[in-house]
């Protein structure tokens, strides 16, 4: 097994690893210390039959089921994400998957199946490396800030919609707003990193509107400064797997008029964000 580093902030493309086999446990290793060295993993011309995306996924972590999403034939945890002009993706800003939980998940692996000619990218960007490039002064200011993660708010155009508060009133109740510290230690690796996102962050606690804005505001940018991030070009069968407790992503919405189609599994951790 290679890896090859493709940026300088994260981001590493592994070769000489069949993924539709039986993964070794010397190899499984490996691949978890790559994940934690370079926070997201690429590979390519891995063509999984959803019975081989299970198995990958369960060898990290317990699969998530999405009842809620469309999923491939048989398998409730293989969420199909097929985007066009007439269903384009919702999803348009930065975020770390599921915040608004009170322990979101380890990771995703997302398989590229139907990929545009031209654009659909995937940008990454390393919670880690924003965290480091701050001054200490900053980084002082924010140790001990607490910040809220909501549903709502990140949903709230959804919600906004015809029908919406009712198609996902389930989901309001069941994710009240929850607190994550906005610097955070990964489990595992111990790097520290800026854990707020502009998809389901909506404040910082216990400071004015107008101080937890501007704070944001500038975390936001600075999280997402091009030292701190990678990009994937997808082919057909290149898979992506993001360690989602020190990384966010966005997806580029730049195809149409073509398609892109994509298959997904999340895997659960179990573990609540922790300070230290
Ligand atoms: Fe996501």
Redesign the pocket.
């Known amino acids: 097994m290679e890896c090859k580093r493709v940026s300088g902030a994260l981001g590493g493309l592994i070769t000489g690893v069949d993924l539709t086999a039986p993964l070794s446990a010397a190899v499984l290793g490996d691949l978890k210390q790559a994940l934690l060295e370079h926070q997201v993993l690429f590979f390519r011309n891995q063509a999984l039959s959803p019975e081989q995306h299970m198995a990958l996924a369960t060898a990290f972590g317990e699969p998530q089921y999405h009842e809620a999403y469309p999923h491939a034939a048989g398998f409730p945890a293989i969420t199909i994400l097929e985007n066009d002009r007439d269903n384009p993706s919702k ?1 348009e800003v930065w ?1 770390t ?1 599921m915040t608004f939980r009170a322990c979101p998940p380890l990771g995703s692996i997302l398989h590229g199946q139907s990929i545009p000619e031209r654009g659909g990218d995937t940008l990454f960007a390393s919670l880690s490396a924003a965290y480091e490039s701050l001054s200490q002064i900053m980084k002082d200011l924010l140790e001990n800030l607490v910040a809220i993660h909501d549903f709502s708010f990140g949903f709230k155009e959804s919600l906004a919609e015809p029908g919406g508060r009712d198609r996902l009133a389930q989901m309001v109740i069941d994710n009240p707003p929850v607190e994550h510290p906005v610097v955070i230690t990964h489990p595992e690796s111990g790097a520290r990193g800026i854990y707020v996102n502009p998809l389901f962050t909506a404040r910082i606690k216990g400071l004015q509107k107008t101080e937890s804005d501007a704070l944001l505001n500038f975390l936001f940018a600075h999280m997402i400064l091009p030292e701190h991030t990678c990009r994937f070009t997808w082919e057909k069968d290149s898979i992506a797997f993001w360690d989602n407790r020190i990384t966010q ?1 966005k997806p580029v919405n730049d195809y149409w008029p073509q398609s892109r189609k994509m298959q997904r599994i999340t895997v659960d951790q179990g573990l609540r964000p922790s300070q230290r």
Do not use: F
């Open positions: 999803i975020h998957d992503h």
